[in-house]
């Protein structure tokens, strides 16, 4: 980091002098504000020659990017709304990004937004293709958070699991403490979600713990919050109770009201891979604010889902429910029993 140094009195005196001993006239002709001074005309025409689509490609691009966003901005509840509505948005952004793709095929944005739409269509193969041309035009190293860890999702949704934790590793690191990390945060999720799944899930928490900030700047980040319950989960799947609890009580008593809105937020705004692990994650979301009826549905579905890896785990949960519904009703049939009259 570059450190600032004061200076001295004598040589801020000696500025000053010179300052003073400066001509009249140059003090009366001020210089124009950066903005005002126009750049040389042969690099216009040069830009002109190189990329003779830049600008109308640039405005393909932000209005891609907008209908997406419009259609993410539906998605921040428990449940999916206006699937339609949001696909059309999708399908927009997908036909604007693949037009300026054909206007500049090398133009790493258009790139980025046409994988972005594909994705969100389920077209998987043409998403990983643009993706992978931007980070040859880049470098795997200089391709960004964003490129790589939805690089990783997807090659990790194609069940590629080595080549999608190569990508994702390249997401590695600290969460920031001010927020605007959720593509890191959702990088380092499915980067522990392939760990586990090939059985390393001391990898996976080594993951998630090194990228928890140690301290918060007075409130918990988003991303955060997120990556702390994901590492509850992998704790609870690991039938580390304690542990998971530890983590789900931090959270409770940092957040305070804003536990339950937060985490349904982050909840709803993450692709998780297996798409089952989102009932996973309400769940236990729902068995933490004691709301055991919800819980026991989610852990339902997510047992039902085609036999997912933790199936045991989710049905130990339901039993659990089970048991502590049948204490609970124990004293309300002892006192609504008839009493027998002893003569």
Same mark, same amino acid.
């Given at each position: 980091?570059?450190? #600032? ?18 001509? +009249? ?20 025409? #040069?830009?002109?020659?190189?990329? %003779? ?27 999916? #709304? ?67 860890? $939805?690089?990783?999702?997807?090659? !990790? ?19 920031? !403490? ?8 959702? +990088? ?42 994901? !590492? ?6 690991? =039938? ?25 937020? =982050?909840?709803? $705004?993450?692709?998780?891979? %297996? ?23 989610? #852990? ?44």
């Amino acid at each position: 980091m570059r450190r #600032w140094r004061t200076h001295s009195p004598a040589l801020a005196a000696a500025a000053a002098a010179a300052l003073a001993a400066a001509p +009249a006239d140059t003090a009366a002709k001020p210089r124009p504000p950066p903005s005002a001074v126009r750049a040389p005309a042969r690099e216009t025409l #040069w830009s002109r020659i190189t990329d %003779p689509h830049g600008d109308e490609v640039r405005l393909l691009v932000m209005k891609a990017e907008t209908a997406m966003q419009r259609a993410d901005d539906a998605r921040t509840g428990e449940e999916d #709304w206006a699937v339609e509505q949001r696909a059309r948005f999708y399908r927009d952004a997908y036909n604007i990004a693949a037009y300026a793709r054909t206007l500049a095929p090398e133009n790493v944005a258009a790139l980025a937004a046409f994988a972005r739409a594909a994705e969100e269509l389920g077209r998987t193969a043409e998403a990983i293709a643009a993706l992978e041309r931007h980070a040859q035009l880049t470098g795997p190293d200089r391709a960004g958070v964003k490129v790589v860890a $939805r690089l990783g999702g997807l090659y !990790l949704r194609a069940g590629d699991a080595e080549r999608a934790i190569r990508w994702l590793r390249l997401a590695e690191g600290p969460l920031s !403490l001010i927020g605007n990390d959720l593509d890191r945060a959702h +990088a380092l999720i499915h980067l522990a979600t392939a760990l586990a799944g090939r059985g390393d899930i001391a990898g996976a928490i080594h993951t998630l713990v090194n990228a928890l900030p140690e301290r918060a700047l007075g409130h918990a980040s988003h991303e955060a919050t997120l990556v702390g319950f994901a !590492l509850a989960v992998l704790y609870d799947r690991d =039938e580390q109770r304690a542990a998971a609890f530890e983590v789900l009580d931090r959270m409770q008593a940092a957040l305070g009201a804003q536990y339950q809105p937060q985490l349904q937020l =982050e909840i709803a $705004r993450m692709a998780f891979v %297996p798409p089952e692990d989102l009932h996973y994650y309400r769940a236990l979301l729902y068995e933490t604010l004691s709301r055991y009826v919800e819980a026991r549905a989610e #852990w339902a579905l997510y047992a039902a889902a085609g036999g997912p890896p933790y199936r045991r785990r989710a049905l130990d949960h339901i039993a659990a429910i089970d048991a502590q519904r049948r204490e609970a009703a124990k004293p309300l049939q002892e006192s609504s029993a008839p009493r027998r009259i002893h003569r």
